[in-house]
C-alpha cells in the first residue's frame, strides 16, 4: 500500500489527486493482503488484551428466544403471498439488453478506423514509412507502472490472464521507484 501511494505521489504533489487515485480494488487487495499477512496468535493476544477469554465464550441457547419460533408461524404474518415472493426479483434487469449491438458497433468502428491496404503501392509505402520510425524512445518507470495499471484495469474489465502479469509489472515498479527516491535523498543528504 505505501509503495502504490509513493509511486502515486512522485506523479503528484496534489493531496486530492493521490486520495483519488486510490480505488475500491486496491482497498480490498490491501486488505485481503494484510488480512493474510497477520497470524492467528495476534488476533488471539488482541481478544485477550480487551478482556475476552475461553471461559466467557459459552453461550446458553436460551439467550435467543425467537430462534425457536417455527418458520410456519413466521410466514403467516408476512403480508405477501408465495407467489409474489417468488416472482418478486424477476424483473430486475441483471445485464445490459443491448451488449450484442455494443460488440458488433465496437468492431465496425475499429474496421472503418483502420488504414486501406488494398492497393499494394500503399502497403508497400506503410512499410517503409514503419521502418522509418522504428526508434523506441526510453521508457521510465512511471511510465511502465501506468501501463502496468491499465494493463491490470483491462484484465479485470475483460481478460482475467493478465491479472497476475500486471500486478507483478506493478510490485516490481514502485519497488524500484521507491529505491530510486530514497537514493536519490540519500545522495542529497
Known sequence: MLRALLATMEETDDTANVCRSVTLLDAIKWTVKAWQATQA??????????????ENTETSDDEYPDDDIPLADLVLHLCFQLDELTSLDTDVQTHDSEW??????????????????ADPADAANDVDHQ?????????????IRN???????YGHETDGDFLATADILIKSSEIKIVKQKCALKQRVI
Open 147 to 153: 501501463f502496468a495499471l491499465r494493463l491490470q484495469w
Open 131 to 143: 521502418e522509418e520510425t522504428v526508434e523506441v524512445p526510453p521508457v521510465t518507470l512511471k511510465e
Open 41 to 54: 496468535s495476534t488476533i488471539q493476544k488482541c481478544f485477550r488484551a480487551c478482556g475476552f477469554t475461553a
Open 100 to 117: 450484442e449491438a455494443d460488440i458488433v458497433n465496437c468492431y465496425r468502428k475499429d474496421d472503418a478506423d483502420a488504414p486501406d491496404t
